[in-house]
């Protein structure tokens, strides 16, 4: 599509294979394509959500984000910045929120965010990740622009969860929340 892209992840070994990832792309596309890839740049940095400090207010278009579903899996094995070593649900989507604080102030006037979450069960109590960010996000500032329900059929956790947990109704599904910064 031509657009500039920029990828933050706390994970150096998620780093490291998206960039693998890119470079194998690149390759690949370079082989394949009569027009070549369009004159973009695509790049990939450690950072945090929350902070993006290098970002200036009011200059993306579009947020695209897949947080953890709090403590659900451990994601980076230890990186002080990973939102999935927070124990406590409601401290999670505490952080969450100041995540989605800032790609408010990031996206410009117009921009899209789009969020891909799940609920998660833990001690027998159902934590309602999707809708506690879809209000949090509201709260913020953003329109809700769509809700696609994303049905989880079989994955790598689907064993997981079914010797970890007693209860067989397994969560299979997650939430694509579309948010809009109003205009």
Do not use: W
């Not at 892209?5 to 998206?18: C, M, Q």
């Not at 902070?51 to 200036?56: F, G, I, L, N, P």
């Not at 769509?146 to 079989?154: A, G, L, S, Y």
Request: include cysteine; proline fraction near 4%.
């Amino acid at each position: 599509l031509g657009r500039h892209a920029i990828g933050y992840d706390v994970s150096e070994l998620a780093l490291a294979l998206s960039r693998a990832r890119l470079e194998e792309f690149g390759r690949r596309a370079g082989r394949e394509s009569l027009l070549g890839l369009p004159d973009v740049e695509v790049e990939v940095r450690r950072g945090d959500a929350r902070r993006h400090s290098e970002m200036k207010d009011g200059e993306v278009d579009f947020v695209c984000t897949h947080p953890p579903y709090g403590n659900a899996l451990e994601y980076s094995h230890g990186e002080p910045d990973d939102l999935s070593l927070i124990e406590s649900p409601s401290a999670f989507i505490d952080q969450l929120s100041k995540a989605g604080r800032r790609f408010f102030e990031v996206l410009k006037p117009g921009g899209y965010c789009a969020l891909l979450i799940g609920d998660m069960r833990r001690d027998g109590k159902l934590h309602t990740f999707g809708l506690e960010t879809l209000n949090r996000f509201r709260g913020i500032g953003f329109e809700l622009e769509d809700v696609i329900i994303k049905t989880q059929n079989q994955d790598r956790s689907t064993e997981f969860y079914y010797r970890a947990s007693p209860i067989r109704l397994r969560l299979n599904h997650e939430y694509l929340l579309v948010f809009r910064r109003p205009q």
